[in-house]
């Protein structure tokens, strides 16, 4: 903080503090606490959290009256392609659309190429994407058989965590459970965070076959062919060789209250181990799916209504760690190839612009806490991946990620307002209420009143701080 001269009174001069920015007048949300305070930002850090600002001199005056300022988003599920398939993605809209849906920290992984296997691949990415994000990022690394060997160096160069899958997906071998026991075992050995993708690949396989036998590829199949049997299996055995290994396992994208209770159970055995859900099986159905795949296709798929409403009672009861985006868009054209034969449509669904959005309205139908938003939303992502309290939360000596969002003002949902670079939502027509009016990365707007406003290159790489 800086201090400036306030008065000269009887040959004595007073100073007083100033900071580059005070944000005033709102209410500040954490994961375990809401109250009116002021941030006082000074080289893109916290310095402060003032009960009043009116002695304060800043060169900027943030107004968030009325208004609620939550710790920016950390969102590390997202796929921006890039190196890769563009078209679909890529860093600077990707950025950009994160920025606008209040998330300041993404992680990014896999879909890319190549697939970050090794270090010096890593640190190649990591450079050619130092020039390219508007919100700071961290990357995450494949977990493969053939990578076991570069674990370590993988976590020296600052890997978030490593992703595997049980399944042939997107075309990555599945991890079968000899490899991903020993995988694990390195893992845990340097200190690492294992993401899994579980969904048992013969059974999918053996539904895919019975499906094309009877001669059906059309898009109500998903959810037959990517079955809950299967992701419940998957996550039996996952969490099995976690609890071997003592690794830390995060696992994607739970679509139902049965395999979020799996995880559960296995926390209260003392495995370390987290639960990851996404908005989409928060808000869309089988119903959906059936009807509007291919552009509701991804996988595992969402289920039925009831599974909907218990996971939301699973996510206001704690069970649930992260709710993260699972951000892997494609562009119209390459969905339609799904129209005649579902089997040949690309999985995911763009979504990370609208995570925010979609819990605030949740906030606002009395379905969640603002808090528990910030929890999954902000505080245990950043926790897990070993980023707190530089992220997360907002406390001094935290870099000055936030986001100013307006419970109150109402929104519709639309294709033509998607900034994530295939112009699309699943959730096109739906009106929520809760919005984020304005996000900050380090104390420098990045969004602010429906524009984007950060300059591509200014966000930086972030790496876990644990050395190995």
């Known amino acids: 903080m800086k201090f400036v001269e306030k008065v000269k009174q009887d040959g004595v001069v007073w100073y007083h503090m100033a900071y580059d920015a005070v944000v005033e007048g709102g209410t ?48 590390p599920h997202v796929h921006m392609m ?7 993605e890529d860093f600077p809209t990707g950025t950009a659309a994160a ?3 209040g998330i300041t920290t993404i992680g990014e992984h896999h879909r890319t190429d190549p697939t970050v296997l ?5 640190e190649d990415k990591r450079d050619y994407l130092s020039d390219r994000a508007r919100v700071d990022f961290g990357l995450l690394a494949g977990g493969h058989p053939d990578n076991i060997d570069e ?83 998957a996550v039996s055995t996952t969490l099995q060789i976690a609890k071997q290994t003592n690794v830390s396992l995060w696992i994607a994208h739970l679509t139902h209250p049965e395999v979020v209770d799996q995880v559960t159970h296995a926390k209260n055995q003392g495995v370390n181990a987290y639960a990851e859900t996404c908005p989409q099986y928060l808000y869309l159905t089988r119903q959906d799916v059936e009807e509007d795949a291919p552009y509701t296709m991804f996988t595992p798929p969402s289920r039925e209504e009831n599974d909907r409403e218990e996971l939301w009672e ?19 054209e390459q969905k339609a190839k799904g129209e005649d034969n579902i089997f040949e449509a690309p999985f995911g669904v763009p979504g990370v612009e609208t995570v925010l959005p ?45 986001v100013i969002v307006d419970m109150e003002q109402s929104q519709t949902l639309r294709d033509e307002d998607v900034i994530a670079k295939c112009g699309w939502t699943s959730y096109d027509g739906l009106t929520v209420q809760g919005i984020p009016e304005s996000t900050y990365v380090r104390g420098e707007p990045v969004f602010e009143d429906g524009a984007v406003t950060g300059e591509v290159g200014y966000g930086e790489f972030i790496a876990r701080k644990e050395e190995v």
Not at 118 to 122: E, K
Not at 373 to 394: E, H, M
Not at 396 to 402: E, I, K, L, R, W
Request: overall charge negative; hydrophobic content about 40%; glycine content about 10%.
């Open 151 to 233: 674990i370590k160096a993988l976590e020296r160069s600052g890997t978030l965590a490593y992703k595997s899958f049980t399944c042939n997906v997107h075309g990555v071998p599945a991890l079968l459970s000899a490899d991903m026991h020993r995988l694990f075992t390195e893992i845990e050995r340097v200190g690492g965070i294992s993401m899994v993708h579980a969904e048992d690949e013969l059974m999918l396989n053996a539904n895919e076959r019975q499906l094309k036998a009877a001669g059906r590829n059309d898009g109500s199949i998903v959810p037959e062919w990517r079955s809950k049997e299967a992701e419940q299996v």
């Open 28 to 75: 500040v949300v954490t994961a375990t606490d809401t109250f009116d305070g002021n941030l006082a930002i000074q080289n893109g850090r916290i310095a402060g959290i003032l009960d009043s600002a009116s002695d304060v001199d800043a060169d900027q005056i943030i107004d968030a009256a009325g208004k609620h300022i939550l710790p920016g988003g950390v969102d």
């Open 99 to 101: 920025a606008a849906g």
């Open 314 to 332: 699973r996510l206001a009861d704690g069970k649930i760690d992260m709710v993260n985006a699972d951000h892997a868009p494609s562009t119209r």
């Open 82 to 88: 890039d190196p890769g398939d563009t078209e679909r």
């Open 118 to 122: 090794t270090a010096g691949i890593l």
């Open 358 to 402: 979609l819990l605030l309205n949740g906030v606002n139908n009395g379905r969640i806490s603002l808090a528990r938003v910030v929890d999954v939303f902000s505080t245990k992502p950043a926790q897990i991946l070993g980023l707190f309290p530089r992220k997360g939360i907002l406390q001094v000596g935290s870099d000055a990620d936030f």
